[in-house]
């Protein structure tokens, strides 16, 4: 199992600023994952952060919106950039070994 | 592309209640799958899962899931349902790509 810390848990944003979320693991990952749920919506996945390489993102998701880092195998942060109200939603990052695990996730709103 | 839908997106059930929420995904080939459940307030935590073997599945809490392959579906039950088995009920699937898929959740409401 893990342990999975994200910083912020919620933030309320002004549009057209930025917020980078934290995200710190008890134990040294290979890959770590950015999801994104909105309201009503399922769990969508935005990137997989490798350690060591450019992340890879999904379809309908780019690093200059949504721009990750992986200093290292245990911590990874995403930054949603430039955000309108539509990027309110909740943040989750997540590892994997047989199933996922989740953090407690960010809920951000834009205003 | 691979999807999971959920059948019922709000369910309401009284305690002592029987519970069986629908799962179904698209995808042909050998699939992992997960039920995932959030409480109030908490982190996403897993309540069963299927890899190979015995298709029907215990979980935690006295959930099971049955995996179906000719139905492609994977539903979550319960015999009897608790007041603190409100939630919100995610099904997954990791197919292709080693990616794991999420349906859109269903919101169980459990009356005391």
């Known amino acids: 199992s893990a342990v999975i810390s994200q910083k912020p848990s919620r933030d309320i944003c002004q549009r057209g600023t930025s917020l980078t979320i934290q995200c710190q693991v008890d134990?040294?990952?290979?890959?770590m994952f950015w999801y994104r749920q909105q309201p009503g919506q399922s769990l969508t996945l935005i990137a997989t952060?490798?350690?060591?390489?450019?992340?890879?993102?999904e379809s309908g998701f780019v690093i200059d919106k949504f721009p990750i880092s992986r200093p290292n195998l245990t911590f990874s942060t995403l930054t949603v950039s430039n955000m309108s109200p539509e990027d309110s939603s909740i943040y989750l990052c997540?590892?994997?070994?047989?199933?996922?695990?989740f953090g407690q996730g960010t809920r951000l709103t834009v205003v | 592309a691979q999807s999971v839908s959920q059948h019922n997106h709000h369910v309401i059930l009284s305690e002592a209640a029987s519970l069986e929420l629908g799962c179904n995904y698209s995808?042909?080939?050998?699939?992992?799958l997960f039920w995932y459940v959030q409480y109030p307030g908490q982190h996403l935590q897993l309540l069963l899962k299927?890899?190979?073997?015995?298709?029907l599945v215990k979980g935690i809490k006295g959930f099971e899931a049955e995996f179906i392959k000719s139905k492609f579906s994977f539903n979550l039950r319960k015999p009897s349902v608790q007041w603190s088995d409100t939630a919100e009920y995610f099904c997954?699937?990791?197919?292709?790509?080693?990616?794991?898929?999420f349906g859109k959740g269903t919101r169980l409401h459990i009356l005391p």
């Open positions: 997540s590892v994997e070994w047989t199933e996922a695990f």
């Open positions: 134990s040294q990952v290979t890959m």
């Open positions: 952060a490798n350690q060591g390489s450019e992340a890879t993102y």
């Open positions: 299927y890899f190979s073997g015995d298709p």
């Open positions: 997954a699937v990791r197919g292709r790509d080693d990616k794991i898929i």
């Open positions: 995808y042909g080939g050998t699939v992992n």
